[in-house]
């Protein structure tokens, strides 16, 4: 009996033991990558690793909103993907924690927070995105500038994101701005006129380029990459970056601030940074910042682009003033 009682006890502790072990092996991820990504990318990690990935997809804006509400107690470890001046913003608001990884090299260092609360992970500029079906129904042609996409005969025709949940779209109001010199009046009456061409602004900024590429919308104003995959997957479109200017996001990635499972996190945080991940990123149309990234060909490069002189630290910092005013003056008109 006694023997039975020990054998008992043993297989109870046995059972604890491998229970924590199993339960360490896992990491909390907040993901602003489209799904099919996240996952393909999550999924290689497991493979990899055997360390589970718990995470939920979020817009940039969700993300953060998320992060501000859990603050006392957060539930995520790491927050792969979003635009990098939500990550800023994030780091402004106390939301997450330096981490110098050892693969921090791989990338550039104009992409790389000095004091290691984000990294970059890929670049992508602002396209449009037009439903060549659609397009030849209506008579309409490809718009090729900003200038375009405010004439009267893209009335209603157009979809973007909804700049309060979306950093794409933020990316948009920055970006004007730019090509207005500066001048953020100038900006803001563009983009009342631009209001007039938009149908409904979505949460997400991968939304509208979803909607044109069935045709429920003719013209969308979004990512490059996530247009290119749409157009490479059969959708009927055609594409093209702004020749009076465009910006673009830098995706990022960060530690949250008293995460659940920093030690976990941190080997995921440093594994999104190496070869494997990187092809799998590279793989998606982006622009990879990582030296260790096989680039894929998808007919535009930055060297053939205008861009704007984006400053992502003055963006961050200007977030809440300037979606305050696109609420007062546009949102809050519709």
């Known amino acids: 009996m006694k023997r039975l009682s020990l054998f008992c006890a043993l297989a109870v502790v046995l059972s604890m033991l491998v229970a924590g072990v199993a339960a360490a092996e896992t990491v909390s991820v907040y993901t602003t990558l489209e799904e099919m990504h996240a996952k393909e990318l999550f999924d290689a990690y497991e493979k990899e690793t055997g360390i589970k990935v ?3 997809r979020l817009t940039s ?3 953060v909103a998320r992060l501000e509400a859990e603050k006392a107690t957060p539930r995520a470890s790491v927050w792969v993907g979003g635009v990098g001046t939500l990550h800023i913003d994030a780091k402004n608001k106390g939301l997450t924690t330096p981490y110098n990884s050892r693969v921090a090299s791989s990338i550039p260092e104009k992409f790389r927070d000095p004091d290691h609360y984000w990294i970059g992970l890929y670049v992508g500029p602002i396209a449009f995105g037009m439903n060549t079906d659609r397009a030849r129904e209506l008579g309409l042609d490809m718009p090729k500038s900003w200038a375009d996409i405010i004439k009267p005969e893209y009335e209603k025709l157009a ?6 949940t979306s950093g794409t779209a933020y990316n948009m109001i920055t970006t004007l701005i730019r090509i207005a010199g500066d001048d953020e009046d100038k900006a ?8 007039r061409s938009i149908d409904q602004y979505t949460k997400s900024g991968s939304a ?3 909607s044109c ?6 013209v969308a104003i979004g990512y490059l990459h996530d247009l290119i995959k749409l157009k490479v997957q059969g959708a009927p479109l055609e594409i093209a970056v702004p020749n009076d200017g465009t910006g673009f996001e830098t995706a990022a990635m960060s530690m949250v601030k008293d995460g659940p499972d920093p030690v976990n996190g ?5 594994w999104v940074l190496g070869q494997s991940a990187m092809d799998i990123v590279a793989s998606w149309f982006v622009i990879p910042l990582s030296s260790k990234a096989s680039p894929v060909d998808t007919g535009f490069s930055f060297d053939k682009m205008v861009l704007v002189n984006q400053d992502d630290v003055w963006d961050a910092a200007n977030k809440e003033r ?3 005013r696109w609420n007062r003056e546009i949102g809050d008109l519709r």
């Open 322 to 324: 300037l979606l305050d």
């Open 188 to 195: 803001f009456e563009f983009l009342r006129q631009l209001d």
């Open 61 to 63: 804006g969700e993300a």
């Open 266 to 270: 941190k080997k995921l945080y440093d």
């Open 159 to 164: 979809r973007v994101a909804n700049p309060g």
């Open 213 to 218: 590429a069935i045709g429920e919308i003719p």
């Open 54 to 56: 718990d995470w939920v």
């Open 208 to 210: 509208p380029g979803k």
